[in-house]
């Protein structure tokens, strides 16, 4: 048979799936009058589970699989369907409702902000990015920057979450984990360029010991690596504190990896200019706060899903996104410390928060979700 008749064959039975699709979601729409009416909830995992037992019984055992992955998929659509022909309001929608009334319509110029570091850090210089006269406070640690927001000790934090050449920044989702207190209001992204300095006089060739930050040392592997191994490479908590380390110690043959701004901040000298491994080098970051406040022109959401370890149970959240048509911009997972085999699974939805889809979202993730966390709606500075 030719390949144009198993098409026309293909389509005769496509017609028969579309006309069969729309009398299901017909009864769909009855079943969920039904439930209104008794006061059932939309999700009936006991009967979906017989249902996929009956159908993978049915099918030929080398489709069973397929065919349970289909019908996965279908019952998704039909509580999508069901959820919006019969919506119920969640609490986190009047919650989000209320914030997006009561948040400014402008994002404030001015705050106390939490940042990781010294002066000179990339996260102050995200920080005045994102504000414009912002009073900066810093802190050893990523955890202290989390405790000062939860405990009200600053309105604001400054937080790096990923860098495109060296990943995510794994500490930075354990904490988000430990600490629920938090929302993020808004995030930008930097370019980062990597300079290699040392005290005036310095050359490169004197240089027996570097200091920087890991996730610097990451990004600048390559050029370190022609160095040699004789140059030892230390790590520390900030390239900042890197710099004012180099500036501060009686040795001349030190340098640190660092941002243009520390050069004359701590009187320094250059050695070498964009030592980073890729020129299309940038760190995001985000700005935490202990309210919700949504901003106009909120694009993206951000949400922490704990997921059992089983068959299907990241396929069953990823199937609502799809279903709804978000456009799933970032998916990151991390081991639960205290449980085992349960993981954390971190999105970045891309969607408006005055979009019926959003609105769709945040009424199912109670039902679809046994353990989220709403982390917050915002917009990116570039």
Excluded at 233 to 258: K, L, S
């Amino acid at each position: 048979m030719s390949l144009e008749k198993l098409r026309e064959e293909i389509d005769t039975i496509d017609d028969t799936l579309a006309q069969a699709f729309a009398q299901r979601m017909a009864v769909v729409a009855r079943v969920s009058e039904e439930k209104r009416a008794k006061g059932l909830p939309t999700l009936d995992p006991a009967r979906e589970r017989e249902k996929l037992a009956e159908i993978a019984e049915k099918l030929p055992p080398e489709l069973a699989q397929y065919g349970c992955a289909l019908w996965s998929m279908l019952f998704e659509i039909s509580r999508g369907y069901q959820n919006a022909a019969n919506p119920q309001p969640s609490d986190l929608r009047k919650e989000i409702q209320a914030a997006m009334e009561n948040t400014p319509k402008l994002f404030p110029p001015s705050a106390t902000v939490a940042c990781q570091g010294v002066e000179g850090a990339y996260s102050q210089l995200a920080c005045e990015k994102l504000f414009k006269h912002p009073q900066v406070m810093y802190f050893g640690s990523f955890e202290s920057v989390f405790t000062a927001i939860e405990n009200g000790f600053c309105e604001y934090g400054v937080l790096p979450l990923e860098n495109s050449t060296a990943g995510s920044v794994k500490q930075i989702y354990d904490l988000m984990l430990h600490h629920s207190g938090f929302k993020i209001v808004r995030s930008t992204r930097m370019k980062i360029d990597h300079n290699l300095v040392a005290k005036k006089g310095t050359k490169l060739e004197d240089v027996k010991e570097i200091f920087s930050h890991p996730q610097a040392i990451s990004q600048c592997a390559a050029y370190l690596e022609k160095l040699g191994k004789e140059v030892k490479v230390t790590p520390c908590e900030n390239t900042a504190a890197a710099a004012a380390a180099v500036a501060q110690t009686d040795r001349t043959d030190v340098a640190a990896i660092c941002s243009h701004n520390c050069i004359a901040l701590y009187g320094l000298e250059r050695l070498a200019a964009d030592i980073q491994d890729r020129s299309n080098n940038y760190t995001r970051f985000i700005c935490i706060s202990k309210k919700l406040e949504i901003y106009p022109g909120a694009d993206k959401t951000s949400l922490m899903v704990v997921l059992p370890h089983r068959p299907g149970s990241l396929y069953q959240i990823l199937a609502r996104f799809y279903s709804l048509g978000l456009n799933l911009i970032k998916l990151e997972s991390r081991p639960l410390p205290d449980r085992e085999f349960e993981f954390m699974f971190y999105f970045d939805l891309e969607t408006s928060v005055y979009s019926e889809e959003f609105i769709r979202l945040v009424d199912d993730l109670s039902a679809v979700c046994e353990e989220f966390q709403y982390l917050g709606s915002y917009s990116e500075v570039i």
